[in-house]
Each structure stands twice: as C-alpha cells, then as structure tokens.
C-alpha cells in the first residue's frame, strides 16, 4: 500500500497492466509447423496463426494426376482441411469422409472435414518425374520440396508451446537450401 500512496492512480494502473500483459503473453500458446529430415533434425519451424493453412501437392505416383491436401496446424497438432483429387482410383479417395463432405468442382473432387488428427506424418519426397512434392504457406508462398529434398523422407509434425518459449514472429529455423 505504501508504493500505491507515492504513485498516481493512472501510473499504479498502467503499471499493473503492463505488468498483467507480461504476464499473460508469456503464458499465451502458439503453434508452429515443423518439418524435420530422417534424423529428426528441425529443418524449419514457422509459427501459425490460428485458422492458417499449408498445402502439400504431389502427383500421384499411379495415377499420375495432381493431388492437394490442406492441413491446419491446432493445439499442438495437425488436422486434415481437405484432399483435392482429380480422380478416384488406385490409392485416390473415393468415399466421403464420416464427418465430412463431398464436392465436386469443376476438374476437381474434394473430400473436405472428417476431423483426422495427427501429431506427426512423414512426407515422401519424390523427384522430378513422380512426386514433383510442392510446399504451400500462404502468405508466404510456395517451394519445390522435390528439388531440394529429392527421395528424402520428411516429418511434418507440429508443436504448442508457451509464447515466452516460442519464436513468436519468423523462421525459426530454415535448411539452407529451402527457398522457402
């Protein structure tokens, strides 16, 4: 009580607000997007705002056809959004997802929702001729994982950690030769 009588009311409040936003902004959780190499080495880490999307696009090693997933990266996890396919056969999907949705748009079939959750799942890179693995984070834009990590096996895995822990603006970490 003494500090409060040799401070104005409007300096104690200010004071303790700032000191409650400290407080609360170290505690906030923030996800971010990992992708590591067969070792388990972070080759980037991007912080996600909530509702942000990242697409991963490939051609189908037996189809030969363009597929698009959309995740979003939530509580430490990373949820399926949604498939785009341009056909349903060998390995393609076929059937509407239990919790979700089946559309057909134009060129393309979308099997949206279905709540699939993973902590982790790996990324095989393809080359060239059967893959062609594309990496979307918009705003940021798009890579050629094949060309950078021709044949490789990536984790795509997700982290929740508190703000004070947590780059909460940019790169964490970046391979090199990413061009991301």
């Known amino acids: 009580m003494k500090i409060r009588g040799l401070l104005p009311d409007s300096v104690f409040f200010i004071l303790f607000f700032l000191l409650s936003l400290a407080v609360s902004m170290a505690g906030w959780r923030v996800d971010s997007l990992l992708f590591l190499d067969k070792e388990e080495n972070m080759l980037f880490s991007l912080p996600m705002a909530c509702g942000q999307r990242f697409t991963t696009v490939y051609i189908h090693s037996v189809e030969l056809t363009p597929v698009e997933d959309e995740y979003m990266v939530k509580d430490g996890a990373i949820w399926s959004w949604q498939e ?5 056969n060998a390995g393609m999907p076929f059937l509407k997802p239990e919790r979700g949705k089946y559309i057909k748009s134009g060129d393309w079939m979308i099997f949206q929702g279905g709540r699939i959750r993973w902590e982790r799942y790996h990324l095989r890179v393809g080359g060239e001729r059967f893959g062609r ?3 979307i984070i918009e705003p940021f834009g798009g890579a050629d994982l094949y060309r ?5 096996r990536l984790t795509v895995t997700a982290k ?3 703000l004070l822990f947590s ?3 940019g790169v964490e970490k970046i391979y090199p030769a990413a061009g991301l």
């Not at 785009?84 to 349903?88: D, E, H, L, P, Y």
């Open 167 to 169: 780059r909460g603006i």
């Open 160 to 162: 929740s950690a508190p």
């Open 148 to 152: 950078v990590f021709p044949g490789e």
């Open 84 to 88: 785009r396919v341009k056909s349903s």
């Open 133 to 135: 693995n594309r990496l």
